[in-house]
């Protein structure tokens, strides 16, 4: 048996863990498009050379791969409008209770699959639902309208103080900027 064949096997999969490693901690659902065809294109380009013979270049491609994707990153954290190009933002699917048909067309989703994916989450009644979202890596966001939510320690300590529902609270609602358009600000926090 060929012992460089099993050597070369082994340097790919360490290179590749390394490089994944590298390139972040994402789980498969939270990927975005570019970071899919990027680990696509790295299992494709390790396999090669297990049948070839080039593992320079193999090594060299699937870190110029990760560059890229790292760079697109970074791009993406730095410019709200490269964000949008590649990733896109969210979508509004339902509000205050009603479906929003236009954009479950757009994005070919069915009434059966929003309501298998709410079911999912526990919510049982669309009215229930303030706002849905689709999020730009596939999951969908809730808020539950008022009289649905569940009514958390911190709500009740607000309640006895007599504070429920002030004006801070409203106005930190991430569903507002969906419902009311995207504002292309960029959060100070990340620059």
Do not use: C, W
Request: no cysteine; net charge negative.
């Amino acid at each position: 048996m060929d012992f460089t064949f099993i050597l070369k096997t082994l340097l790919l999969i360490l290179t590749a863990i390394i490089l994944l490693r590298i390139s972040g901690r994402k789980s498969i659902s939270q990927m975005t498009i570019a970071t899919t065809v990027v680990m696509i294109s790295i299992g494709t380009i390790i396999v090669q050379p297990i049948i070839e013979t080039s593992v320079l270049k193999t090594i060299t491609a699937a870190t110029i791969f990760i560059i890229v994707l790292l760079s697109i990153e970074f791009l993406k954290l730095k410019f709200d409008s490269f964000e949008s190009l590649i990733s896109g933002k969210a979508i509004l699917l339902i509000e205050n209770g009603e479906l929003q048909v236009q954009n479950l067309k757009k994005h070919r989703l069915t009434v059966d699959e929003v309501e298998m994916r709410l079911r999912t989450q526990g919510i049982s009644k669309m009215s229930d639902v303030k706002h849905a979202t689709l999020e730009s890596n596939g999951q969908i966001g809730y808020e539950l309208i008022d009289d649905a939510k569940p009514f958390t320690l911190g709500e009740y300590k607000k309640f006895l103080q007599g504070q429920l529902g002030t004006q801070d609270e409203l106005q930190n609602n991430l569903f507002q900027e969906i419902s009311e358009g995207h504002v292309n600000i960029p959060d100070e926090r990340l620059k």
